[in-house]
């Protein structure tokens, strides 16, 4: 069973960083896209960042040019490097593994909680 854990979350101010990191049990990500997705209160999950298994990463409007994706295959971890954060930046963040072969399948994390404080 495939198993992602998040870690990184954390409390901070606004305009500054943090770096989330998801480690995959085995090597899911060598044959994976990697994706890390957000919920605040009250609303739904939304993608923040995707990277395919040949690099092409894919962000949303809100967080180009301060958030960059990246992927380590040899340890099966995905990144997420978050800068100039801001307040509406507040939310539990999910990693996501979707595997590049077999029958569509998702997995995710259990989610860290970001909080960026004004």
């Known amino acids: 069973q495939v198993q992602l854990v998040e870690s990184g979350g954390g409390l901070v101010q606004a305009g500054g960083s943090l770096r989330l990191s998801c480690a995959a049990s085995?090597?899911?990500?060598?044959?994976?896209?990697g994706g890390w997705y957000r919920q605040a209160p009250g609303r739904t999950r939304e993608l923040v960042a995707s990277?395919?298994?040949?690099?092409?990463?894919n962000y949303a409007d809100s967080v180009k040019g301060r958030f960059t994706i990246s992927r380590d295959d040899a340890e099966n971890t995905v990144y997420l490097q978050m800068n100039s954060l801001k307040p509406e930046d507040t939310a539990v963040y999910y990693c996501n593994a979707h595997p590049t072969y077999g029958p569509p399948r998702d997995y995710w994390g259990q989610g860290t909680q970001v909080t960026v404080s004004s």
């Open positions: 085995g090597s899911i990500f060598s044959r994976a896209d």
């Open positions: 990277i395919t298994s040949g690099g092409y990463r």
